[in-house]
């Protein structure tokens, strides 16, 4: 992470840059697998808040900071419905904890700045204005809007450089305008940041609780519905309400295969699934579904062999007569050096059944495929893409 500062916004730098010189080594960016985003240590024992849908439901991360040191930390306690996540680091890092303005509350026209970095990248500010405060529901703090686009996860600062709270998307919030962030009052996690006021020892054991929106009552990760109440849950990707007709199908037919959609879901619209031909086989076969961008097509992929050391000439036109005479709706391909069966199916009329079907049917003709290819041109099978 480098010290450069880029600024955005109206409001002039000078009036803010003694507070965020001060501020700007508590900004932690934080990498969870394929994800990257923005927290800020909140406690005088490291621990960082951030978004939790920034992290989606990863436990294990690494945070970058400032001054470019890394580290692991670890997810110690998570809110979905205010969308908040605490991480412990792995060590103290040494940086001092942001002062949190008492009360956080908001007024209207507020000038604030918001600091955020992401991996490799360098630190940013962004002067803002408050320009909506939503009203007070049951006495709770309200969430406020700023009038620029932030990173989840990032602190929004006032101008004595306290923090007013953290961009986040939570429950319940109706969504932001084009180029606006939401932002949770820092009082609103009060509570969390006591409960981890204590030694790091203490809390590198902990196992995130999450608890349903609706309810409060916990859930389980890889869960579709909250067993108190029954709402589908929020997932590590956002689905698209434009497709929660076609979703619908994909789930219950992946839970018609005993596969919870949730544990498998990869991406926005995709899902990697481990099915076994036979119920004795030894190895599952992985499958990828994924819809397409407008929810009309299925497409179903399954790695089959590695390519053979020699007689690959053979083993082509072999590939090509599959292609012509036995395959069907299923395609045999090659894409680099491994060789894998695929589909793609219309989502119009589809039911989950379908799906179901499909999926068995890939599976069988993955394994089909798999012993002839091995048997006949002695190509290695693969059973995950990729794998050797």
């Known amino acids: 992470m480098t010290s450069q500062l880029a600024a955005h916004g109206d409001g002039d730098l000078a009036l803010l840059h003694e507070r965020v ?108 204005r408050v320009c909506h405060v939503a009203r007070k529901v049951d006495g709770q703090l309200p969430a406020f809007e700023l009038d620029v686009a932030a990173p989840l996860g990032a602190p929004v600062l006032d101008p004595e450089g306290r923090v007013l709270g953290v961009v986040a998307a939570p429950s319940g919030v109706g969504g932001e305008l084009p180029g606006h962030s939401v932002v949770l009052p820092a009082g609103a996690f009060q509570p969390m940041l006591a409960s981890a006021d204590r030694p790091l020892g203490e809390l590198r054991d902990r196992a995130p609780v999450y608890r349903c929106p609706a309810c409060e009552e916990p859930f389980d990760i890889e869960s579709d519905r909250c067993l108190g109440c029954g709402r589908l849950l929020p997932h590590a990707f956002a689905p698209s309400p434009a497709l929660a007709g076609v979703e619908r199908v994909i789930r219950q037919g992946l839970s018609a295969l005993g596969i919870i959609a949730n544990r498998a879901r990869v991406g926005p619209r995709a899902w990697r699934i481990a099915q076994r031909p036979f119920p004795a086989a030894e190895t599952a076969t992985q499958v990828d579904v994924e819809i397409d961008e407008a929810g009309r097509l299925l497409t179903l992929r ?68 798999r012993r002839t290819l091995a048997e006949t041109f002695e190509a290695a099978p693969r059973f995950e893409s990729g794998s050797r």
């Open 21 to 128: 010189a001060r501020a700007r080594r508590s900004i932690v960016a934080i990498r969870a697998g394929v994800l990257v985003t923005t927290g800020w240590v909140a406690l005088g024992n490291g621990v960082v808040v951030t978004s939790r849908r920034g992290l989606r439901y990863a436990t294990e991360v690494a945070l970058t900071f400032e001054d470019g040191r890394s580290m692991a930390g670890r997810v110690i306690v998570a809110d979905v419905g205010r969308d908040v996540a605490l991480v412990a680091p792995g060590e103290p890092p040494g940086v001092a904890a942001l002062a949190v303005r008492a009360p956080a509350e908001p007024r209207l026209g507020e000038r604030v700045a918001v600091l955020s970095c992401l991996p490799g990248q360098s630190l940013r500010l962004a002067v803002a």
């Open 302 to 369: 399954a790695p089959v062999v590695g390519l053979p050391a020699a007689n690959h000439e053979p083993f082509y036109r072999f590939l090509l007569t599959m292609n012509d005479q036995t395959t069907g709706e299923f395609r045999v391909s090659i894409t680099g050096d491994e060789v894998s069966v695929s589909c793609v199916a219309s989502l119009e009329g589809f039911s989950d059944h379908d799906a179901a079907l499909l999926i068995d049917g890939l599976v069988q003709m993955a394994d089909e495929y």
